[in-house]
């Protein structure tokens, strides 16, 4: 059974930083494309970056030189740091496995990050 289960969310002042962590089970992961995506009150999920296996990334240009995601593919984790963060960044942050852009295939039950002063 295919398990994501994040942590690390919390309230921060804007310009702040929070580390989100993932950690996932169930599944090779060595070998999956892991991703973040958020979904903020009233609006529809947003993915937010993306490691490919080999480590290659991408992001969303909101977020572009403000989050770097890695991954430990030893502890089988993914990890997201958000620096210099905005209001704008409020949202649930889901660990996700699946196609950018599309429904997930499998998310966690997601962290939620409030930047409010």
């Known amino acids: 059974e295919v398990q994501l289960v994040e942590s690390g969310g919390g309230l921060v002042q804007p310009g702040g930083s929070l580390r989100l962590s993932c950690a996932a089970s169930?599944?090779?992961?060595?070998?999956?494309?892991m991703n973040w995506a958020r979904q903020a009150p009233g609006k529809g999920l947003e993915w937010v970056s993306r490691?490919?296996?080999?480590?290659?990334?991408r992001y969303a240009d909101s977020v572009k030189g403000r989050f770097s995601i890695s991954r430990d593919n030893t502890k089988k984790e993914v990890y997201l740091q958000m620096n210099s963060l905005k209001p704008e960044d409020t949202a649930v942050y889901f660990c996700?496995?699946?196609?950018?852009?599309?429904?997930?295939?499998?998310r966690g039950q997601g962290t939620q990050v409030t930047v409010s002063s």
């Open positions: 996700a496995i699946g196609a950018w852009g599309t429904t997930p295939s499998y």
């Open positions: 169930g599944f090779v992961f060595s070998g999956f494309s």
């Open positions: 490691i490919l296996s080999d480590g290659t990334t």
